[in-house]
């Protein structure tokens, strides 16, 4: 599958990076690393990564890996 890295931002509370499929520009791959506080009142965050598949700029499915969102696309549209 043929996915192109189309923008990256970063705000506040984290970086997103954008993967597009390159044939089909209505799907979209999104990976979202956010900062999460730490427990019991330490200071710092830490960062999580999920990955989210993007539908017609509607989320559709958080996965933990890239390769389980690839998967999931696969496996929904049959799109190499």
Sequence with gaps: MAWVKVNRY????????VYRHSRE???SIESRK????HAGGRSGTWDHTTYWVVINNVDEKECYSLAD???????????D
């Design 25 to 27: 520009p209505w799907l």
């Design 10 to 17: 970063e705000t506040a509370e984290g970086t997103t990076i």
């Design 69 to 79: 969102a690839k998967k999931y696309v696969e496996d929904l549209y049959g799109t």
């Design 34 to 37: 956010r900062h999460i506080p």
